[in-house]
Protein backbone atom coordinates (compact mmCIF):
# COMPACT_ATOMS: atom_id res chain seq x y z
CA UNK A 1 0.00 0.00 0.00
CA UNK A 2 0.98 3.30 -0.92
CA UNK A 3 -0.05 6.78 0.22
CA UNK A 4 -0.42 10.65 0.12
CA UNK A 5 -1.81 13.11 1.78
CA UNK A 6 -2.01 17.25 0.71
CA UNK A 7 -3.98 20.53 2.10
CA UNK A 8 -3.67 23.51 0.60
CA UNK A 9 -5.94 26.63 0.00
CA UNK A 10 -9.49 26.53 -1.33
CA UNK A 11 -8.17 28.78 -4.02
CA UNK A 12 -8.65 28.55 -8.03
CA UNK A 13 -5.12 28.72 -8.57
CA UNK A 14 -4.70 25.68 -6.37
CA UNK A 15 -6.55 23.40 -8.95
CA UNK A 16 -3.89 22.89 -11.29
CA UNK A 17 -1.64 22.02 -8.64
CA UNK A 18 -4.01 19.71 -7.16
CA UNK A 19 -4.73 17.81 -10.87
CA UNK A 20 -0.71 17.53 -11.04
CA UNK A 21 0.05 16.31 -7.44
CA UNK A 22 -2.74 13.47 -7.75
CA UNK A 23 -1.40 12.50 -11.23
CA UNK A 24 2.55 12.98 -10.10
CA UNK A 25 1.52 10.40 -7.20
CA UNK A 26 0.47 7.92 -9.64
CA UNK A 27 3.55 8.04 -12.08
CA UNK A 28 5.50 5.24 -10.80
CA UNK A 29 2.26 2.80 -11.07
CA UNK A 30 2.91 3.45 -15.26
CA UNK A 31 -0.73 4.07 -15.34
CA UNK A 32 -2.64 4.30 -18.86
CA UNK A 33 -2.79 7.83 -20.61
CA UNK A 34 -6.31 7.26 -20.14
CA UNK A 35 -6.20 6.46 -16.62
CA UNK A 36 -4.62 9.46 -15.54
CA UNK A 37 -6.23 11.77 -17.76
CA UNK A 38 -10.05 10.16 -16.23
CA UNK A 39 -8.07 11.04 -13.03
CA UNK A 40 -7.35 14.49 -13.18
CA UNK A 41 -10.50 14.88 -14.92
CA UNK A 42 -12.12 13.93 -11.80
CA UNK A 43 -10.04 15.12 -8.97
CA UNK A 44 -10.23 18.68 -10.84
CA UNK A 45 -13.67 18.95 -10.77
CA UNK A 46 -14.21 17.58 -6.97
CA UNK A 47 -11.74 20.37 -6.22
CA UNK A 48 -13.07 23.21 -8.28
CA UNK A 49 -16.49 22.20 -6.33
CA UNK A 50 -15.23 22.54 -2.86
CA UNK A 51 -13.00 25.77 -3.81
CA UNK A 52 -16.50 26.87 -5.20
CA UNK A 53 -18.84 26.06 -3.23
CA UNK A 54 -17.22 25.12 0.39
CA UNK A 55 -16.37 28.28 1.73
CA UNK A 56 -17.86 31.82 1.65
CA UNK A 57 -13.99 33.12 3.46
CA UNK A 58 -11.65 31.03 2.33
CA UNK A 59 -10.79 27.74 3.75
CA UNK A 60 -8.86 24.73 3.24
CA UNK A 61 -9.21 21.30 0.69
CA UNK A 62 -7.85 17.89 1.40
CA UNK A 63 -6.79 15.00 -1.05
CA UNK A 64 -5.98 11.96 0.48
CA UNK A 65 -4.62 9.04 -1.59
CA UNK A 66 -3.89 5.14 -1.65
CA UNK A 67 -2.70 2.93 -4.44
CA UNK A 68 -3.51 -1.04 -2.92
CA UNK A 69 -1.86 -3.01 -6.05
CA UNK A 70 -3.89 -1.70 -9.19
CA UNK A 71 -6.85 -0.04 -7.57
CA UNK A 72 -6.53 3.36 -6.94
CA UNK A 73 -8.59 5.64 -4.46
CA UNK A 74 -8.68 9.39 -3.95
CA UNK A 75 -10.90 11.52 -1.13
CA UNK A 76 -11.17 15.00 -1.75
CA UNK A 77 -12.74 17.29 1.45
CA UNK A 78 -13.54 20.08 2.64
CA UNK A 79 -14.91 21.66 5.93
CA UNK A 80 -16.83 23.77 4.49
CA UNK A 81 -20.92 24.74 4.58
CA UNK A 82 -21.78 20.96 3.04
CA UNK A 83 -24.02 20.05 0.18
CA UNK A 84 -27.34 20.39 1.98
CA UNK A 85 -29.56 17.57 -1.21
CA UNK A 86 -27.00 15.37 -2.63
CA UNK A 87 -28.96 13.88 -4.77
CA UNK A 88 -30.08 16.84 -6.35
CA UNK A 89 -25.96 18.10 -6.15
CA UNK A 90 -24.93 14.76 -8.49
CA UNK A 91 -28.10 15.53 -10.92
CA UNK A 92 -26.74 15.87 -14.75
CA UNK A 93 -26.70 19.90 -15.73
CA UNK A 94 -27.69 21.02 -11.58
CA UNK A 95 -26.13 23.87 -10.55
CA UNK A 96 -26.64 26.12 -7.86
CA UNK A 97 -24.90 28.76 -9.22
CA UNK A 98 -27.37 29.41 -12.55
CA UNK A 99 -25.06 32.67 -13.12
CA UNK A 100 -22.39 31.98 -12.72
CA UNK A 101 -21.50 29.97 -16.23
CA UNK A 102 -21.31 26.23 -14.01
CA UNK A 103 -22.12 23.55 -17.00
CA UNK A 104 -23.73 21.76 -13.91
CA UNK A 105 -21.40 18.71 -15.20
CA UNK A 106 -19.02 18.41 -12.41
CA UNK A 107 -20.57 14.60 -10.81
CA UNK A 108 -21.79 13.34 -13.85
CA UNK A 109 -17.97 13.84 -15.08
CA UNK A 110 -16.37 11.89 -11.58
CA UNK A 111 -19.05 8.92 -11.99
CA UNK A 112 -18.79 8.60 -15.67
CA UNK A 113 -14.35 9.22 -15.42
CA UNK A 114 -13.90 6.95 -12.47
CA UNK A 115 -15.46 3.39 -11.68
CA UNK A 116 -17.22 4.59 -8.35
CA UNK A 117 -18.06 7.63 -6.74
CA UNK A 118 -19.37 8.28 -2.89
CA UNK A 119 -20.58 11.40 -1.57
CA UNK A 120 -21.33 12.29 2.36
CA UNK A 121 -21.65 15.66 3.23
CA UNK A 122 -22.99 17.38 6.93
CA UNK A 123 -24.11 21.00 7.44
CA UNK A 124 -21.61 23.14 8.34
CA UNK A 125 -19.04 20.83 8.62
CA UNK A 126 -18.16 19.82 5.10
CA UNK A 127 -18.00 17.62 1.84
CA UNK A 128 -16.03 14.05 1.51
CA UNK A 129 -16.22 12.83 -1.91
CA UNK A 130 -14.35 9.11 -2.52
CA UNK A 131 -13.42 8.22 -5.48
CA UNK A 132 -11.55 4.44 -7.17
CA UNK A 133 -10.72 3.37 -9.64
CA UNK A 134 -8.68 0.51 -11.22
CA UNK A 135 -5.55 1.29 -12.83
CA UNK A 136 -5.38 -0.93 -16.37
CA UNK B 1 -2.74 29.33 -19.73
CA UNK B 2 -1.75 31.66 -23.10
CA UNK B 3 -4.13 33.39 -25.22
CA UNK B 4 -3.73 34.79 -29.11
CA UNK B 5 -6.56 35.88 -31.39
CA UNK B 6 -7.43 37.62 -34.26
CA UNK B 7 -10.06 39.13 -36.14
CA UNK B 8 -11.75 37.64 -39.02
CA UNK B 9 -14.73 39.87 -40.52
CA UNK B 10 -17.26 39.52 -37.73
CA UNK B 11 -15.79 36.27 -35.61
CA UNK B 12 -12.70 36.34 -33.02
CA UNK B 13 -10.55 33.66 -33.57
CA UNK B 14 -8.94 32.84 -30.23
CA UNK B 15 -5.71 30.52 -29.90
CA UNK B 16 -6.08 28.37 -25.86
CA UNK B 17 -3.01 26.84 -24.62
CA UNK B 18 -2.76 25.03 -21.98
CA UNK B 19 -4.91 24.06 -19.25
CA UNK B 20 -8.95 25.39 -19.45
CA UNK B 21 -10.19 25.05 -15.69
CA UNK B 22 -12.01 27.20 -13.58
CA UNK B 23 -8.83 29.32 -12.61
CA UNK B 24 -7.97 30.10 -16.41
CA UNK B 25 -11.63 30.41 -17.47
CA UNK B 26 -12.15 33.94 -15.78
CA UNK B 27 -8.68 34.91 -17.20
CA UNK B 28 -10.11 33.75 -20.51
CA UNK B 29 -13.59 35.87 -20.12
CA UNK B 30 -11.59 38.48 -19.07
CA UNK B 31 -9.52 38.45 -22.58
CA UNK B 32 -12.19 38.36 -24.25
CA UNK B 33 -14.39 41.65 -22.49
CA UNK B 34 -10.81 43.30 -23.08
CA UNK B 35 -10.16 42.64 -26.61
CA UNK B 36 -13.45 41.80 -28.10
CA UNK B 37 -15.34 45.07 -30.62
CA UNK B 38 -18.60 45.74 -30.82
CA UNK B 39 -19.00 44.31 -34.61
CA UNK B 40 -17.72 40.62 -33.56
CA UNK B 41 -20.77 38.48 -32.94
CA UNK B 42 -18.61 34.99 -33.84
CA UNK B 43 -16.26 33.05 -31.76
CA UNK B 44 -14.32 30.80 -32.84
CA UNK B 45 -11.88 28.69 -29.74
CA UNK B 46 -8.95 27.23 -31.22
CA UNK B 47 -8.27 24.27 -28.99
CA UNK B 48 -5.51 22.58 -30.35
CA UNK B 49 -3.22 23.90 -28.17
CA UNK B 50 -4.97 22.83 -24.81
CA UNK B 51 -4.06 20.26 -23.11
CA UNK B 52 -6.98 19.99 -20.11
CA UNK B 53 -10.04 20.79 -20.07
CA UNK B 54 -12.59 20.51 -17.45
CA UNK B 55 -16.27 21.42 -16.92
CA UNK B 56 -15.40 25.15 -16.08
CA UNK B 57 -14.43 25.13 -19.92
CA UNK B 58 -17.64 24.21 -21.11
CA UNK B 59 -19.18 26.26 -18.82
CA UNK B 60 -17.50 28.93 -20.33
CA UNK B 61 -18.12 28.21 -23.80
CA UNK B 62 -21.95 28.11 -22.84
CA UNK B 63 -21.95 31.86 -21.81
CA UNK B 64 -19.78 32.92 -24.69
CA UNK B 65 -22.13 31.31 -26.90
CA UNK B 66 -25.28 32.80 -24.92
CA UNK B 67 -23.59 36.17 -25.26
CA UNK B 68 -23.27 35.52 -29.32
CA UNK B 69 -26.40 34.26 -29.77
CA UNK B 70 -27.96 37.35 -28.33
CA UNK B 71 -26.23 39.09 -31.34
CA UNK B 72 -27.92 36.33 -33.64
CA UNK B 73 -24.03 35.08 -33.78
CA UNK B 74 -22.44 31.58 -32.87
CA UNK B 75 -19.55 29.84 -31.68
CA UNK B 76 -17.45 27.31 -33.10
CA UNK B 77 -14.50 25.15 -31.93
CA UNK B 78 -11.34 23.47 -33.50
CA UNK B 79 -9.42 20.70 -31.85
CA UNK B 80 -11.75 19.10 -29.36
CA UNK B 81 -10.40 15.80 -28.49
CA UNK B 82 -9.29 13.09 -25.77
CA UNK B 83 -11.19 13.58 -23.21
CA UNK B 84 -12.40 16.87 -23.91
CA UNK B 85 -14.89 14.97 -26.79
CA UNK B 86 -16.26 12.89 -24.02
CA UNK B 87 -17.19 16.11 -21.98
CA UNK B 88 -18.54 17.83 -25.17
CA UNK B 89 -20.45 14.96 -25.89
CA UNK B 90 -21.32 14.07 -22.38
CA UNK B 91 -23.01 17.41 -21.63
CA UNK B 92 -24.93 17.86 -24.56
CA UNK B 93 -22.89 21.01 -26.04
CA UNK B 94 -21.85 19.38 -29.18
CA UNK B 95 -25.58 19.72 -30.10
CA UNK B 96 -25.66 23.47 -30.08
CA UNK B 97 -21.91 23.76 -30.88
CA UNK B 98 -19.87 22.29 -33.78
CA UNK B 99 -16.04 21.25 -33.78
CA UNK B 100 -14.34 21.30 -36.53
CA UNK B 101 -10.80 20.06 -38.26
CA UNK B 102 -9.47 23.47 -39.13
CA UNK B 103 -10.05 27.02 -38.29
CA UNK B 104 -10.94 27.76 -42.17
CA UNK B 105 -13.42 25.24 -41.84
CA UNK B 106 -15.01 26.74 -39.12
CA UNK B 107 -14.72 30.52 -40.66
CA UNK B 108 -16.17 29.24 -43.96
CA UNK B 109 -19.29 27.60 -42.29
CA UNK B 110 -19.69 30.71 -39.66
CA UNK B 111 -19.86 32.67 -43.29
CA UNK B 112 -22.47 30.17 -44.87
CA UNK B 113 -24.58 30.95 -41.98
CA UNK B 114 -23.85 34.75 -41.98
CA UNK B 115 -24.87 34.59 -45.72
CA UNK B 116 -28.53 32.47 -44.22
CA UNK B 117 -29.15 35.23 -41.50
CA UNK B 118 -28.37 38.88 -43.45
Known amino acids: ?10 LSQN ?13 YKNPG ?12 EAVTNSIIHAYKDGGTVRIYCEIHENEFMVTVEDYGKGIEDIALARRPLYT ?8 GMGFTIMETF ?10 DKGTKIIMYKELK | MKIDSIISGNTF ?6 DVDHYSTEFIKKYIYDNIIPDIKNIVFNLEGVEFMDSSGIG ?31 SGLYRIIKN ?16 VYE
Open chain 1, 114 to 123: MDSISVSSEK
Open chain 1, 15 to 27: EAFARLAVSGFLL
Open chain 2, 100 to 115: YTTIDEALKSIKLRDG
Open chain 1, 96 to 103: SKPHEERS
Open chain 1, 1 to 10: MNKMEIKFDA
Open chain 1, 33 to 44: INDMEDIKMAVS
Open chain 2, 13 to 18: VIHLFG
Open chain 2, 60 to 90: MVLGRYKEMSEKMGTVALVGVKGNMERIYTL
